[in-house]
């Protein structure tokens, strides 16, 4: 699964899913080679400048976060991942200039990008999983997401499946329930293994899955008044 975001980044990506040899299953988000990674990052910042100046430092800025959160021991990934980052250091350089960056404006930037950070924190939980997987059975999300909103549990928020349509989160930052539908393909490995991962891939119907996001305080609150 190669997962998507708020930029154009990985729509391209998707839409011809690449094979990793070395595991024998589609290259995801978390192992795509970094060179044409950062390419397609940069084109997805730039789609989205075109739209919306603001849109497009945030989408920069979260990615700087993303980025910075892995450790590269490579020479050359590290030697990559830096000149990325110094472009898009000089992006949003400009950016700022153009849209007379100030103090005020400073703070509603980092607010918006933890908002973004969480969202996507949230959308991984939602999807690299099958419904219904227990939170401890996760490789980051065991001990919550992270919210730096958050004043208690080390601003971390709690997230488990109440079942298989329905996620809990024990810090609620939106206005009532929210609905997200879930669009993805199962491919057949028979299928790849006959005719190739791309084709596979394209003669596959789409699929759709909706989920609930609900305040886990709220849904205990009403089992204990039912």
């Not at 601003?155 to 009532?176: C, K, M, N, Y």
């Amino acid at each position: 699964m190669q997962h998507g975001n708020m930029t154009g980044g990985w729509i391209e990506l998707d839409a011809a899913p690449f094979w990793n040899d070395q595991v024998s299953a589609p290259y995801t988000f978390i192992d795509f080679p970094l060179n044409p990674r950062f390419v397609f990052y940069r084109l997805g910042i730039d789609e989205v400048e075109q739209v919306n100046s603001y849109a497009a430092l945030l989408c920069s800025l979260m990615y700087k976060e993303l980025v910075g959160r892995t450790e590269h021991k490579d020479a050359q990934d590290k030697q990559v991942t830096r000149a990325y980052q110094v472009a898009e250091e000089q992006r949003r350089h400009r950016l700022k200039q153009e849209m007379s960056f100030g103090v005020t404006f400073d703070h509603q930037v980092r607010t918006d990008v933890r908002r973004m950070l969480f969202c996507d924190e949230l959308s991984l939980f939602l999807c690299s999983r099958e419904p219904g997987t227990p939170a401890a059975d996760y490789e980051w999300f065991a001990n919550g997401l992270s919210f730096p909103a958050v004043r208690h549990e080390c601003g971390r928020v709690r997230a488990e499946w109440l079942s298989d349509q329905t996620v809990g989160l024990s810090f609620f930052p939106f206005t009532g329930k929210v609905e997200i539908t879930h669009t993805f393909k199962k491919v057949d490995k028979e299928q790849i293994r006959i005719a190739g991962l791309l084709h596979a891939y394209r003669s596959s119907e789409w699929m759709h899955r909706t989920f609930t996001v609900e305040h886990i305080m709220e849904v205990e609150e009403h089992q204990e008044n039912a």
